[in-house]
T-cell receptor, first 115, second 113 residues
Framework: DGGITQSPKYLFRKEGQNVTLSCEQN?????MYWYRQDPGQGLRLIYY???????QKGDIAEGYSVSREKKESFPLTVTSAQKNPTAFYLC??????????????FGPGTRLTVL | AQSVTQLGSHVSVSEGALVLLRCNYS??????LFWYVQYPNQGLQLLLK??????LVKGINGFEAEFKKSETSFHLTKPSAHMSDAAEYFC???????????FGSGTRLSIRP
């Protein structure tokens, strides 16, 4: 089955630690995205990548880092510089053929809690 | 600034009643429009989308939405609510093929027995 997988589903972090969230897709999509979701605030874009070895900051990139070494993988690192990292993190991908109607496909999410 | 607005953060309807979730966008140029559904602790799933052509779009699970340019709206409807429709619904807009998708703040739909 084609789709997007995120791991782990739940993640607990102590203050001051960096953690990495995994996102893998086998849809052969060029573009991948990371969103943060907080209650009542919808989705906010952290980083996105339209091609391997290239990525751009979204609206709330501070305290986060990403890499895109392979087309299938787009891991997100939450660094100790992120002051309020407790949230639900969603990874998405899209074909990104340059057509505006291409929808994004989402993974199941990772819930990060800072202890 | 370009935006998308979902009126009502929480909507409650009785089982069997009409579901109406509101979405308005902020451009005179017709954008690309999407509705997504999110069940608790899960990712988002596409319900339907409007790109061009017919303004009444049918989606999964019996939902449909109508693009109304004069009202800059893309409201989501379902004639008869089921208990399984309880979820969070997000309207999303893309104003051009070169721009990013903008998500609304979401509407939580509750279904009363």
């Amino acid at each position: 089955d084609g789709g997007i997988t995120q791991s782990p589903k739940y993640l607990f972090r102590k203050e001051g630690q960096n953690v990495t969230l995994s996102c893998e897709q086998n849809l052969n999509h060029d573009a991948m995205y990371w969103y943060r979701q907080d209650p009542g605030q919808g989705l906010r874009l952290i980083y996105y990548s339209q091609i391997v070895n290239d990525f751009q900051k979204g609206d709330i990139a501070e305290g986060y880092s990403v890499s895109r070494e392979k087309k299938e993988s787009f891991p997100l690192t939450v660094t100790s510089a992120q002051k309020n990292p407790t949230a639900f993190y969603l990874c998405a991908s899209s074909i990104d053929r340059g057509a505006g109607g291409d929808e994004q496909f989402f993974g199941p999410g990772t819930r990060l809690t800072v202890l | 600034a370009q935006s998308v607005t979902q009126l009502g953060s929480h909507v409650s309807v009785s089982e069997g009643a009409l579901v109406l979730l509101r979405c308005n966008y902020s451009s005179s140029v017709p954008p690309y429009l999407f509705w997504y559904v999110q069940y608790p602790n899960q990712g988002l799933q596409l319900l339907l989308k409007y790109t061009t052509g017919a303004t009444l779009v049918k989606g999964i699970n019996g939902f449909e939405a109508e693009f109304k340019k004069s009202e800059t709206s893309f409201h989501l409807t379902k004639p008869s609510a089921h208990m399984s429709d309880a979820a969070e619904y997000f309207c999303a807009v893309r104003y051009s093929s070169a721009s990013k998708i903008i998500f609304g703040s979401g509407t939580r739909l509750s279904i009363r027995p």
